[in-house]
């Protein structure tokens, strides 16, 4: 049996060329790289077996910040067989020193910054990137400035409290991490703690918040004080962007600014 979960989600992006409706990505996060082990060695299984266009990482490449070098050459490892034709792109997390970027990675790393992804099938996509690293804290509109709504627009950042920022129906997809999807979870009950100013709810999975859509990833790896995880196994998310999107209005609950707690 696998030891990490593949959830596959359908999204329906604003702007989306109909003839790019069915385009795949792959959302990892919180990979806490220390050693390769099965989970790794699965999760390489699943970057490759997949039929995917784009693979996106939501940061936390390291399980100790200091330890960038050694998380540097496992990303590589895991990595070298994927080849997604649209390319890897990440941000980091706030296991990650800045200085992670200066190794040598297959990885684009948007920092604070934005790019357009040419579809094969005509139009193109933009991806921002928000920085949440060990060292700073970037804001979502700066991520964001100078792209335009008349395209479909995708952003990575690592806290998903950051999706809150966003201007109400601005028709982004925000990816994110950080939460681990509580790391332990209690059956029957859930998350009780995910680290983030977002309500334990929304510690994994597909959220609304003011009218943006919202992917949370529950993440690879661990990370201290207590590196292990209950109940809540590791995932890669799958995402099926489509232009439209049939479901029961009954099936989500929509967030607000005013509902996320104050505090980290």
Not at 111 to 130: F, H, Q
Not at 143 to 154: K, M, V, Y
Request: net charge positive; proline share 6%.
């Amino acid at each position: 049996m696998s030891k990490v979960a593949v959830r596959h989600i359908e999204i329906e992006l604003e702007k989306l060329p109909a003839t790019a409706d069915g385009l795949r990505l792959l959302h990892l996060s919180d990979l806490h790289l220390r050693r390769w082990g099965r989970v790794e060695q699965e999760t390489q299984r699943l970057l490759t077996s997949i039929d995917h266009d784009l693979l996106v990482i939501t940061g936390d490449f390291c399980f100790r910040p200091q330890q960038h070098a050694r998380a540097a050459e496992l990303t590589n490892r895991l990595l070298e067989p994927v080849s997604p034709k649209h390319g890897i792109i990440a941000v980091l997390g706030n296991h990650d020193l800045p200085c992670f970027t200066a190794h040598e990675t297959r990885l684009r790393f948007l920092r604070n910054s934005n790019m357009y992804v040419e579809l094969d099938s005509g139009g193109a996509l933009c991806l921002a990137g928000v920085e949440q690293s060990h060292h700073r804290r970037g804001e979502a509109m700066t991520a964001l400035e100078g792209t335009t709504s008349e395209l479909p627009r995708i952003l990575l950042t690592h806290y998903p409290s950051t999706a809150f920022e966003l201007p109400s129906t601005s028709g982004v997809l925000v990816l994110a991490g950080h939460t681990h999807g509580g790391q332990i979870r209690i059956p029957g009950i859930g998350c009780v703690y995910n680290n983030d100013r977002i309500p334990v709810s929304m510690s994994r999975g597909l959220h609304l918040v003011n009218g943006n859509w919202l992917h949370v990833s529950a993440g690879i790896g661990a990370s201290p004080p207590v590196p292990t995880r209950l109940f809540c196994p590791p995932e890669i998310g799958l995402i099926t962007l489509r232009t439209r999107v049939r479901r029961d209005a009954s099936w989500h609950r929509e967030y607000s600014a005013g509902k996320v707690p104050v505090g980290v």
